[in-house]
């Protein structure tokens, strides 16, 4: 079936590196997403990975893949109390995304 | 480059009422599909529009419709509203899922029915 798991909540320090997992189930999926929603507002895309890449890297972001464990990660570096917001990671099913239930980062100083 | 226009921003309805929200995508983006964002069950798919034609559906009642015109703005029509019905109704714009790889979203219609 379609699942795709998050941990709930992830609670980090300012400066340090956050990293928000993911597990997905649809192997077949060509496209993996991460998305941030702040309080109030819609989904902003941050960045996607293809399904033949390992991992991808956009200034402070950088984004794990393991096809193998159906595994992806998001990699937050130096964070900052504006990183503070939901985070999503979606698949790509039949013309939809299917999202997972998001990670509530919180930073503190 | 404008995003993705959603409206009204919010709204407040009644039971038993109907709504209808609108979502204008992407300029040159032909897909949009929207989504129903609650607390408790999360995002969930409700339908896929793509040249006019809905490609997808979610496992909503029928009360749940839409339909997209031919300069791709869409619209999603909730009818005999219910409290449950309250959440954040989120459009995405993307070139279709078969090629374009981006999906964007807009801010969301928050329903509240009362």
Known sequence: ?109 | KAGVTQTPRYLIKTRGQQVTLSCSPISGHRSVSWYQQTPGQGLQFLFEYFSETQRNKGNFPGRFSGRQFSNSRSEMNVSTLELGDSALYLCASSGGFGGNTEAFFGQGTRLTVV
């Open chain 1, 1 to 109: 079936g379609e699942d795709v798991e998050q941990s709930l909540f992830l609670s980090v320090r300012e400066g340090d590196s956050s990293v928000i997992n993911c597990t997905y189930t649809d192997s077949s999926s060509t496209y993996l997403y991460w998305y941030k929603q702040e309080p109030g507002a819609g989904l902003q895309l941050l960045t996607y990975i293809f399904s033949n890449m390992d991992m991808k890297q956009d200034q402070r972001l950088t984004v794990l893949l393991n096809k193998k464990d159906k595994h992806l990660s998001l990699r937050i570096a130096d964070t900052q109390t504006g990183d503070s917001a939901i985070y999503f990671c979606a698949e790509i099913g039949t013309d939809k995304l299917i999202f997972g239930t998001g990670t509530r980062l919180q930073v503190f100083p």
